[in-house]
C-alpha cells in the first residue's frame, strides 16, 4: 500500500498561470478529500467526492478553483489564473466507505505562485 | 458548527519526559475526534481517534488521548518523548453522524523534544 500519491511534490507557477495539482487514493477507498493548508489559515478543507461523485465543494474559491475524479483511481484539483495567494500545501485525502475508518492524507502539494 | 482550539501553539520538553496536547471543542451532536501528526514537510499521519466506548484510546507509538465530554476535551498524552516525536500535532473533529466527512482541525501544536 503506497498511500494516498500526490504530484507533483512542489509546483511553481507564474501569477495569472494554471496549475492542475494530482492525486491518487488509495486502491478502494470510495471517498476522496482535498485540504489546503497555510500558516495563516491552517488546513481548510476544499471539496469532497464519494464514489467519484462531487459531493460537497463549499471549500472550494468559486471563481478559478474547479476539482474532478474522472475514475476511482485519481483526481485532480485545477487552479486558473493562479495568484500569489494561492500559494500553499494542497493536501488530498482518502478513507474508505463512511463510518468510523480513518482519513489517511498524502504528502502534499506545494505550490508556489510567484 | 464545529470548532476546535488548541491552546498551546509550541510545547518544549526533554527527551524522556512525559508530554499532554490540549484540545478543546465545542459541537453538540455525537462527535468523532481524531489526531494527527505532521512531520516537517510531511503530510498529516494518523494518530488515533475516538468516537464511542472506553474515553481512553491507544494510538501508535505510545500516544494515547481520553475524551472528556464533560470538559468538551480530547488531550493527547505521551509518557516518555523521543527526539522523534518532535513534529506539529493537529486535533481534528467531525460529526459520527450523517454528515460524517469533513474534518475540522485545530491550528495545531508544535511540540519540540530536546535531546
Known amino acids: 500500500n503506497a498511500g494516498v500519491i500526490q504530484t507533483p511534490r512542489h509546483k511553481v507557477t507564474g501569477k495569472g498561470q494554471e496549475a492542475t495539482l494530482w492525486c491518487e487514493p488509495i486502491?478502494?477507498?470510495?471517498?476522496v478529500f482535498w485540504y489546503r493548508q497555510t500558516i495563516v489559515q491552517g488546513l481548510e478543507f476544499l471539496t469532497y467526492f464519494r464514489n467519484q461523485a462531487p459531493i460537497d465543494d463549499s471549500g472550494m474559491p468559486k471563481e478559478r478553483f474547479s476539482a474532478q475524479m474522472p475514475n476511482q483511481s485519481h483526481s485532480t484539483l485545477k487552479i486558473q489564473s493562479t495568484q500569489p495567494q494561492d500559494s500553499a500545501v494542497y493536501l488530498c485525502?482518502?478513507?474508505?466507505?463512511?463510518?468510523?475508518?480513518?482519513?489517511?492524507f498524502g504528502k502534499g502539494t506545494r505550490l508556489t505562485v510567484v | 458548527t464545529q470548532t476546535v482550539s488548541q491552546s498551546d501553539a509550541h510545547v518544549t520538553v526533554f527527551e524522556g519526559d512525559s508530554v499532554e496536547l490540549r484540545c478543546n471543542y465545542s459541537?453538540?451532536?455525537?462527535?468523532?475526534l481524531s489526531w494527527y501528526i505532521q512531520h516537517h514537510g510531511r503530510g498529516l499521519q494518523f494518530l488515533l481517534k475516538?468516537?464511542?466506548?472506553?474515553?481512553v484510546v491507544q494510538g501508535v507509538n505510545g500516544f494515547e488521548a481520553e475524551f472528556s465530554k464533560s470538559d468538551s476535551s480530547f488531550h493527547l498524552r505521551k509518557a516518555s518523548v523521543h527526539w522523534s516525536d518532535s513534529a506539529v500535532y493537529f486535533c481534528a473533529v467531525r460529526d459520527s453522524g450523517g454528515s460524517n466527512y469533513k474534518l475540522t482541525f485545530g491550528k495545531g501544536t508544535l511540540l519540540t523534544v530536546t535531546p
Open positions: 486502491s478502494g477507498h470510495s471517498a
Open positions: 485525502a482518502s478513507r474508505s466507505g463512511t463510518g468510523h475508518t480513518e482519513v489517511f
Open positions: 475516538y468516537y464511542s466506548g472506553n474515553p
Open positions: 459541537y453538540g451532536g455525537s462527535i468523532y
